[in-house]
C-alpha cells in the first residue's frame, strides 16, 4: 500500500476535525518555524526524516488530537526535550552499569540512538521513527515506559505517511483501526476501544 502525502493526510485530517470535532480541530498547534526545526536537529546532532519535518511544518504537535488512543504527537521542542532526557537516562544506566539487567538492543538498554520520538501518552510511552541511515522505510515502533521497543506488524506501522493516512481513512470511514474506534462528544474526538 502506498501512502498518501503527509500533506494530504493533514488536509484530510483538518477537514473530518473541523466537521465533527470542532473543540479538538481547534486545538491543533500551528506549524513549526524552519528555523526550530533546523535549531532542534543542529542540537540532536542529526536531520528529522523528511516525513517528521514535512508533518511538523503543517502543524507543531497535534494539541489535544488523539491520533490514536491517546497518543499526541509531540512538537518540535518536545522531541528535542525527550530525546535529550531519554539519552541521559541511557548513559546514566550504561555508567553504572545497569544495562545488564534489560533486555539489550544492540547493546543499548533504554533508548537507541537510532529511535526518534515523535508522539507520546500521558503514561510515559513513545512512538519513535527507526532514523538508521540506511533504513528508508522509517519504520515506527512503540516504546513503552519500561524501555521496551517493539515494532507492530499492522501496515499503518511502516512509516509516519502510513500512520496518518490510516488515521484519516479511519475517521472517514467511522472504522476501527487497532481496536480503537474514533468516536465524538462534545465537540471533541475520543477513541473508543473495542473488542
Given at each position: 500500500?502506498?501512502?498518501?502525502?503527509?500533506?494530504?493526510?493533514?488536509?484530510?485530517?483538518?477537514?473530518?476535525?473541523?466537521?465533527?470535532?470542532?473543540?479538538?480541530?481547534?486545538?491543533?498547534?500551528?506549524?513549526?518555524?524552519?528555523?526550530?526545526?533546523?535549531?532542534?536537529?543542529?542540537?540532536?546532532?542529526?536531520?528529522?526524516?523528511?516525513?517528521?519535518?514535512?508533518?511538523?511544518?503543517?502543524?507543531?504537535?497535534?494539541?489535544?488530537?488523539?491520533?490514536?488512543?491517546?497518543?499526541?504527537?509531540?512538537?518540535?521542542?518536545?522531541?528535542?526535550?525527550?530525546?535529550?532526557?531519554?539519552?541521559?537516562?541511557?548513559?546514566?544506566?550504561?555508567?553504572?552499569?545497569?544495562?545488564?539487567?534489560?533486555?539489550?538492543?544492540?547493546?543499548?538498554?533504554?533508548?537507541?540512538?537510532?529511535?526518534?520520538?515523535?508522539?507520546?501518552?500521558?503514561?510515559?510511552?513513545?512512538?519513535?521513527?527507526?532514523?538508521?541511515?540506511?533504513?528508508?522505510?522509517?519504520?515506527?515502533?512503540?516504546?513503552?515506559?519500561?524501555?521496551?521497543?517493539?515494532?507492530?506488524?499492522?501496515?499503518?506501522?511502516?512509516?509516519?505517511?502510513?500512520?496518518?493516512?490510516?488515521?484519516?481513512?479511519?475517521?472517514?470511514?467511522?472504522?476501527?483501526?487497532?481496536?480503537?474506534?474514533?468516536?465524538?462528544a462534545d465537540g471533541r474526538l475520543t477513541w473508543q476501544i473495542t473488542t
Amino acid at each position: 500500500m502506498t501512502p498518501r502525502p503527509i500533506n494530504s493526510s493533514w488536509d484530510r485530517l483538518e477537514r473530518w476535525l473541523a466537521a465533527h470535532a470542532p473543540r479538538t480541530f481547534a486545538s491543533l498547534p500551528p506549524a513549526a518555524d524552519q528555523g526550530a526545526i533546523d535549531a532542534a536537529q543542529a542540537l540532536l546532532g542529526q536531520r528529522f526524516p523528511a516525513e517528521l519535518a514535512e508533518s511538523l511544518l503543517r502543524h507543531d504537535g497535534s494539541g489535544y488530537f488523539d491520533v490514536l488512543g491517546a497518543f499526541q504527537l509531540m512538537s518540535t521542542r518536545e522531541i528535542v526535550s525527550t530525546r535529550q532526557f531519554a539519552t541521559r537516562l541511557e548513559e546514566e544506566t550504561q555508567r553504572e552499569g545497569r544495562a545488564a539487567h534489560f533486555i539489550l538492543r544492540d547493546g543499548y538498554a533504554l533508548w537507541h540512538p537510532n529511535d526518534l520520538p515523535f508522539a507520546s501518552n500521558a503514561g510515559g510511552s513513545h512512538w519513535v521513527l527507526d532514523t538508521k541511515p540506511h533504513d528508508a522505510t522509517r519504520r515506527i515502533a512503540w516504546h513503552d515506559e519500561l524501555g521496551t521497543t517493539t515494532y507492530p506488524p499492522h501496515v499503518m506501522w511502516e512509516s509516519l505517511s502510513h500512520l496518518l493516512d490510516s488515521v484519516a481513512t479511519a475517521l472517514e470511514t467511522s472504522t476501527p483501526l487497532e481496536r480503537r474506534l474514533p468516536t465524538t462528544a462534545d465537540g471533541r474526538l475520543t477513541w473508543q476501544i473495542t473488542t
